[in-house]
Structures are given as C-alpha cells and as structure tokens.
C-alpha cells in the first residue's frame, strides 16, 4: 500500500486526473472513479476476461493492472467503442446476431474482438475462437459470439 | 391445471396498469437470469392486448409491488408467468372493449384493436389509452375469458429481439455490481478458512489501519469490513485475515472416493415409483454405476447484494431467484416485520441455480447495520464464489435391467444416491450463509428435494420414459452435508438421463439393434419419437452400424425434462483421442408452443454447452476441510476453441401448452457424449467428468 497520489490517464479519449493509491487496479478506478461501469468484476486475477479493456490498442485485464502502469496511455472501454449515435461495428453484430444471454461477459468480449479486428481483419473462424479463449462464457453463448465476430469483419470491406 | 401464480394473486391490477400515456407496465414475479424472459412475457402481453410491443414496460420485481410467483426456476416462468398474463391480458382486453362497446354503441365484436386503437366499424374510435383512467382493473380474475387462438398469434412466435440485448452490449445496462447510489459503501466479508472453523481471535486493529475503513464487523465467527473505497476493502479483508485464529476439523469426505462415501453415508430413501412386477428368473441382466462429482454454478459474476437500514427499515437489492423467499428469511433472521423489509431485483449475471445470491445479500444486511443510513455493497470474491456458493449435489446412480431368454427387459431397477438438491433460503432448516457463522448462529439442516409431482430433485427423470416393464425407482438421500448442496440446472436430471441412456445404448447393442431404431421400439410417446427422429435425421445418422473403436463416433441421447416437461434428443459426434473432443450436437426440442424461437434455441444451445462443460471438464476439488478449486485455473469451465457447432431444430406445435426451454437439453446432451464416446473408443465411461483420467480408468473396472 502507498500514499494516495495523483494519477493521469486518458479514457475513451478523455484526460482525466484520479488521486487514489496508485496500485489500485485500473478496472476500479474506471468503474468508482469515473463511472465508467462498462467494464466487469469477474476473478480479479485476469483469468476470466470480464473486466477487459483497450490500453494503446492492446486487450488488458484491468482488474490487475495497478493505475500507475496506464499513466499517460490511452484507455478504451466499452463505452468507448462506439458511440450512440455510431455504435462499433461489433456492437451492431453482436444485437444482429442476439449473441448473449445474461450479457455479464460482453463488454469484455466486445473489446477483446476489437482489437482482434483491428489486428487481423481477415481473421478466421479457429482465430476468433482463439483469441477468445482468455474471455469465458457460462451461459453458452460462444457460437453466436463467434458469428457475431465474423460477420463484423466481413462487413468491413 | 390451475395457475399457482393467478392462485396467488388473482387480481388483474397487481399484474398490469395501462397508462394514458400509451405504455402498458407489467409486474412479473419472475426475474431476469440472463434467459430472456422478460422479452418473452413483454410478447405475451402484447399480443393478448393488441400493442405493439415496444409498449410494455417490464417492472423490475420488488417485494411490495410485484406478485409472489416463488422461485424464478424449473424452467416454469412461461408457464406460470406467461400464463397468468396471458389470462389477466384478455380479461383486461375484454374489460376495455366493454367500455369501449358502451361508449360508441356498437357490439364489443365488431370493434377493432390495432396497437392499443379501438376502432368501430363506421370509423369512430377510442383507444386503450383514452379508457385507461375509466376501466377499473381492482378486480379478480373471472373465468370465462377466452384467450387469443394460437392461429391469430402476431407476435407471440416471432424472433424479436431481446429488450436488454442493446443497453447490454453498449455497457450501459446496470447489473447489480453496477449500482451507485449516493454515499453507498463497500463491503467485504472474510469468509472462514475451511468447513465449520471458528474464530477463536482476531485482532481488528490491523483492519482498522487500513485507509477509508467506515466499520469492521464481528459477530461470532462472522467477520466484514466497509470502506469508503473499493480496492481499500480487499486491503482491509486480507489485513484482518493475518489477525485472525481459528479452529479447524477436518469435516470432508475424500474426493477421491465419493462414490464410496455417498453409498456408506446415513440416507433416507423413497420409492418413487414402483412397478412391482416379479417375472421369471433372469436370463441375462445389465449392471451399470454412475457417479458425478460435485459441480459448481461458476457464474461469471460472483454474487453481490446491497442493503441499507436507517435505524427502523431494511431495503435489499438482490440477484436472487426468489425475492419473497428471501425476504421471509431475512424478516425471520433479523427479526424484522414483513412491513418494514422490501427486496429489490435487480439483475445479476447468468443464474442457474441456487447460487450464492441470497447469501451475498444477507451479507450486505450484516454489514449495513453497522452503519445506518448508507448502503452497503458486498461482492463476492471469485475464491468465495467458487468456494462457498452452494454446489450440484455429486450422485451415484446404480441401474439393473434384467433381461428375458429373447433379450427383452423384464425388470428395472435404478437407484440414486445423493444429497437433496433443494436447499433454498425460505425454510428454517435452510439458513443463509452468513446466519450460520453468527453467535446465535441458524443451523443448516441437509438439502431436501422437491417432490416427485413438483418435478422431484435427485429423482428428477430418474424413471425412464420408455415402456419397460418392471421399474423400481429409488432416491436415497444423504442425511449429513458435508458440502452444502442445492439447486443446480436440470437437478438430478444430468446424470439420471446419462445413465438411463446408457444402459439402453448398452441394451441395443446387446440385442443388435440401431440405438436410434431400438429406442424407438420402446417409444409409445409421439412427441418423443418425433424429437428422437428429428435428430437422427438432422444429423445424418447413419443406417450403417456405428464403428466401435474407431476413434469418432456418434452418439444419441433421449429425454422429457421432468417427464412432462419439453422433449430434447441430442446427437452427438465425439472424437476421442488425446482427450474427449465434442465435434458438433444436433438437437431436435418440442417445448409445445414456442413464444420466441431465437430465445428457445438461445437456451437449449446453451443448456447443452453447460451440460457439455460438465460432463467433459467440471469436478469441484476439495481436501478434508475446504473447496480448493477456487479460480478458473483449478476450475477450468469450456472455452471458445472447444466448443463445437450447435444446430437446433425446433418442433413448433402452437396448439400445446409453452413447456419452458432453460433446462431441456442438458440431460440428453450428456447422454448422447457418454453414448458417442462409446462408439469412438469401445469403452463405457461412467465416472464423469469424462477426463482422459476417467477414461483410462474405464479400461480396468
């Protein structure tokens, strides 16, 4: 535990300043700091997915990422994939597709995808499967997950 | 069959109130699990009353407004909730175009309904929402009032979209771990280290050091903190942890020998049904034992709860199944009048079952307490999730058919052990978690189950749906608890069909038959055989005999959800060669009359994922005192690369009664691996899960 101190971040394009501990994990602060709440509560030991958000692009676990280590990076959540009036590509394929049932795991599939689109848009089925194995789903939803995925890439060009 | 919930609360204003505004508000009793109902309901109501459906307004359930349909389970809330909607619907339809009739002097008949506008036939007209403040709803539920004919349905039967579907996916639909109210706190219990320890000591200073710390909270072996900030409250648990002494017994069985255990244990046992034939001596038998081990919900939100109590009232926000349930416990527990305690739904992740939801909200009772005036939030940790939620109960399942010289069964004999499957808060003898390790602490009686006629429990399905002569059903239930068991998906109906269907792919293949034919000679029930050849057919299932050994194979597994429930045949095709492999499952599901069939197929897909993680992956760990699988390392759930396609086909029959979809297809599903594992390897594995451990094992009985 450390002295409460001034941390700068920017999410979903915003700069933002929190004074907290800076071990505190990144997906607290989003959530109770900036109310972003997009973002879940799954394992807290970055095994489950849930809590996954964008950090210069690339999928992070948030709940045990410390706030010190995005200092002055660029963090996306789910909020800011999209917005209302333009959703993310995903967002609309996701509600295409019906892909969810309780709907607790996907705003951490929604960003993981993401940024698997943006790596590898032409990305295949046993890819996607791959790149989703680190988010779990225990309502059985994979499948529609998956198509939901795919035709966002295809729907690319 | 009358409605039990319509017997509860037969007043059509508690269901519905239509608005001037041109919204209809609907109170269901049942809850959002992630299963779609509400969607579901909304459809119902609107084609009864002739809206479009955007109009409804789903009201989240609440203690004081909503009605007490009990446990949101059992793959029951299109049936009871659905039904008691429909009936107050047309009987509220017909009240307005009563009035509507007086009003335009025309015959109710002619009139026209087309989204809440009433038309009469020379033109003029008046709407539901123009008669909203004049046609009084204080009234009881009439007979006589025939609902709509499935021929005219418009949007009952249609795929529409899920209403949560949206908010869901842009982040900004609340679940219960995202409520924020002013001022609310975080709070956090520490659990005990292992099964029955008690706090001998603890030394509260450490926790109180921590920045932030509103209270720390003792009461016998009870111990919680609330804190101003969240990641301060995991600081201060893991503080007073070093501070605490307990004393430890070892009270568990060993996980390696549960079958062992469940079999010696003290049981109480009930003859479920008796055919009480006694033919000829034998001329051959099959014998077969099953087990399961003890399976976790693994959720993937641990249970949360909030309350908050201002010195004379209690309001609870909770993901529970059963709202007024759990309102009674806490009334009893705390000693609160019914009147001065209100529990709020509000939506949880997936439920399916009896989770830890009750028990983290009695948590955040304890907790609030201690500070009047703010609200307390608990969410549980994945470790206490995994580690202290009620678990599936493990089974032995122990079956016997005794054959005549042709090879036909003259007698069957199949017994359950396994500790109830219903331990639900409500009853004295079910306390919830944190009740138990207080000083005056609530003791926990072992699980009970449901019986037969409401579905039964460790007997669920246990008696065959084929025409086999001689059957003798048993459940033997433990007395003792060593694990704290309660309602898990489908109940006892996982492995009850696994080994049913076992034993009868055992017998085709004893008497040289196709199993897909030979069940069918034992199939007087049309639905069945109908679901059972939609299957087959679906899936290619071949005419040629299946190739034992051969490394892939087919398998077929058959059951009716609670033996009246909806009719599910699964086919599956398994690859076994490192491990088991499910390549793909072709489902065939009767559930009568289909309200949203993206939403049925939605769940039997999923119920069949489940089942699939269960039977191939899942087994809870423990050692003599605690849980020790408690992260997904050490409880390992399927994931994307394994899981295989999944089509479904729905068998629509309008003119049959809604039978509900959530739990359908997780028995059949099982069945049908063990059976194609069969066909791919030569081997019965009867031990799931159906690990290369188990497997192994199966070569040497």
């Given at each position: 535990?450390?002295?409460d ?6 999410v ?9 501990d800076?071990?505190?994990?990144l997906l607290?602060?989003?959530r ?24 210069d ?12 280590s ?7 959540t ?5 917005n ?19 709907g ?16 590898e848009?032409d990305v295949?089925e046993?890819g ?8 779990l ?21 | ?5 319509l017997?509860?609360?037969?007043r ?5 109130t ?15 699990l992630?299963?779609?109902?509400l ?14 459906p955007s ?8 203690t004081?407004i ?5 446990y949101?389970a ?65 009234r ?8 709509k ?5 418009r949007?009952v ?12 996916v842009?982040?900004r639909?609340?679940f219960?771990?995202d ?12 659990r ?8 001998t ?17 003792r ?11 969240e ?30 255990f469940?079999?010696?244990?003290p049981?109480e046992e ?8 006694t ?14 081990p ?8 641990p249970?949360c ?5 201002n ?31 209100v529990?709020?739904?509000?939506e ?5 079952g009896h989770n ?6 009695y948590d ?27 678990l ?6 122990d079956?016997?058919?005794d ?20 331990h639900?808060?409500g ?46 059903v048993?459940t ?9 068991t ?5 109940l ?6 696994f ?8 017998l085709?293949?004893?008497a040289g ?8 000679g034992?199939l007087?029930?049309?639905?069945a055989?109908a679901?059972?050849q939609?299957?087959a ?15 892939v194979?087919?398998?077929?597994g ?6 009246r429930?909806a009719?599910?045949?699964v ?5 076994a060669?490192?491990?088991?492999r ?7 599901v009767?559930?009568g009359?289909?309200v ?5 197929v939605?769940?039997?897909e ?8 269960w ?6 760990r423990?050692d003599?005192?605690a ?64 690990t290369?451990?188990n ?7």
């Amino acid at each position: 535990m450390t002295a409460d101190q001034a941390v700068s971040l920017v999410v979903n394009g915003t700069a933002h300043e929190v004074v907290c501990d800076p071990d505190t994990p990144l997906l607290y602060v989003l959530r109770n700091d900036l109310g972003l709440l997009g973002a879940k509560f799954g394992c807290g030991l970055g095994l489950c997915g849930a809590c996954n958000v964008l950090v210069d692009g690339h999928p992070v676990h948030s709940c045990d990422t410390p706030v010190w280590s995005v200092a002055g990076k660029s963090v996306t959540t789910v909020e800011g994939l999209g917005n209302e009036g333009r959703p993310h590509r995903l967002q609309e394929t996701f509600i295409d597709e019906q892909a969810l049932q309780c709907g607790y795991c996907t705003s951490g599939m929604l960003v993981t995808a993401a940024a698997l689109l943006e790596r590898e848009p032409d990305v295949d089925e046993a890819g996607v499967r791959r790149a989703l194995d680190g988010n779990l789903c225990r309502c059985g939803a994979h499948n529609r997950i998956v198509r939901a995925v795919l035709c966002a890439r295809t729907c690319r060009s | 069959m009358t409605n039990p919930s319509l017997g509860t609360t037969p007043r059509l204003d508690r269901w519905i109130t239509i608005t001037a505004d041109g919204t209809v508000l609907v109170r269901s009793g049942k809850v959002e699990l992630g299963q779609g109902v509400l969607t579901a309901l909304a459809q119902i109501v609107a084609e009864e009353l002739d809206v479009d459906p955007s109009r409804i307004r789903m009201v989240p359930a609440a203690t004081d407004i909503s009605p007490d349909e009990s446990y949101t389970a059992g793959s029951l809330s299109v049936q009871h909730s659905g039904g008691a909607l429909r009936a107050v619907c047309a009987q509220a339809r017909q009240l307005f175009l009563a009035e509507a009739a007086a009003r335009l002097d025309v015959p109710s008949e002619s009139l026209d309904v087309t989204d809440g506008d009433i038309c009469a036939p020379d033109g003029r007209r008046t709407s539901l929402w123009e008669l909203a403040g004049v046609v009084a709803l204080d009234r009881d539920l009439a007979p006589g009032t025939d609902a709509k004919r499935p021929d005219d349905y418009r949007v009952v039967g249609r795929s529409l979209p899920r209403v949560d579907v949206p908010g869901k996916v842009a982040g900004r639909r609340r679940f219960i771990h995202d409520l924020r109210p002013d001022g609310m706190l975080f709070g956090r219990v520490l659990r005990p280290p292992s099964r029955g320890a008690v706090l001998t000591s603890v030394d509260e200073q450490a926790a109180s050091r921590v920045p932030g710390v509103v209270a720390v909270v003792r009461d016998g072996s009870f111990l919680g903190v609330v804190t101003e900030r969240e990641e301060n409250a995991l600081r201060a648990v893991a503080a007073l942890r070093t501070g605490t002494v307990w004393k430890e017994a070892d009270s568990l069985p060993d996980e390696h020998e549960l079958p062992a255990f469940l079999l010696a244990a003290p049981t109480e046992e009930t003859v479920l049904h008796d055919a009480g034939t006694t033919a000829g001596p034998a001329a051959g038998s099959v014998h077969a034992r099953f087990s399961r081990p003890f399976l976790a919900h693994a959720s993937i939100a641990p249970s949360c709860g909030l309350a908050l109590w201002n010195g004379e009232r209690l309001a609870v926000w909770s993901h529970s199944q059963g709202i007024h349930k759990l309102h009674a416990s806490i009334c009893r527990s705390q000693g609160l009048a019914p009147e001065n305690v209100v529990v709020q739904h509000v939506e949880g992740a997936g439920c399916y079952g009896h989770n830890a939801a009750d028990d983290a909200a009695y948590d955040a009772v304890l907790l609030a307490r201690a500070v009047p005036g703010r609200t307390v939030q608990v969410v549980w940790t994945r470790e206490d999730e995994l580690g202290w939620a009620p678990l599936g109960p493990a089974m032995v399942v122990d079956i016997e058919a005794d054959l005549d010289a042709g090879g036909r069964v003259q007698s069957w004999r199949h017994d359950v052990w396994s500790n109830g499957h219903a331990h639900r808060p409500g009853p004295p003898s079910a306390p919830l978690l944190a009740a138990t390790h207080v000083e005056a602490a609530e003791t926990a009686q072992p699980a009970g189950d449901p019986p037969l006629q409401n579905g039964g429990g460790s007997g669920r399905n246990a008696v065959p749906l084929y025409d086999l002569p001689g059957q003798v059903v048993r459940t033997h239930r433990l007395q003792t608890m060593p694990l704290r068991t309660s309602a898990l998906r489908a109940l006892g109906a996982h492995l009850n069909v696994f080994a049913i269907e076992s034993v009868v792919d055992e017998l085709a293949a004893l008497a040289g038959a196709d199993p897909v034919e030979y069940r069918l000679g034992l199939l007087g029930d049309e639905r069945a055989r109908a679901v059972l050849q939609a299957a087959a057919e679906r899936a290619g299932w071949g005419s040629s005999a299946a190739d034992v050994g051969s490394g892939v194979g087919l398998g077929v597994g058959l059951a009716r959800y609670k033996n009246r429930g909806a009719y599910c045949a699964v086919v599956a095709e398994v690859e076994a060669e490192t491990h088991v492999r499910v390549r793909r499952l072709t489902i065939a599901v009767d559930v009568g009359l289909v309200v949203n069939p993206d939403g049925v197929v939605n769940q039997i897909e999923g119920g069949a994922l489940q089942a699939l993680s269960w039977t191939t992956k899942e087994r809870v760990r423990f050692d003599g005192r605690a849980v020790t699988s408690r992260t997904w390392e050490e409880y390992p759930i399927l994931t994307f690369s394994e899981v295989p396609p999944v089509d479904v086909v729905l068998l629509d029959r309008p003119t049959d009664p809604a039978l509900g979809a959530g739990e359908a297809s997780i028995g059949p599903t099982a069945a049908a691996i063990g059976n194609a594992l069969y066909v791919a390897t030569g081997l019965r594995v009867r031990h799931l899960p159906l690990t290369p451990e188990n497997v192994i094992a199966a070569m040497d009985p």
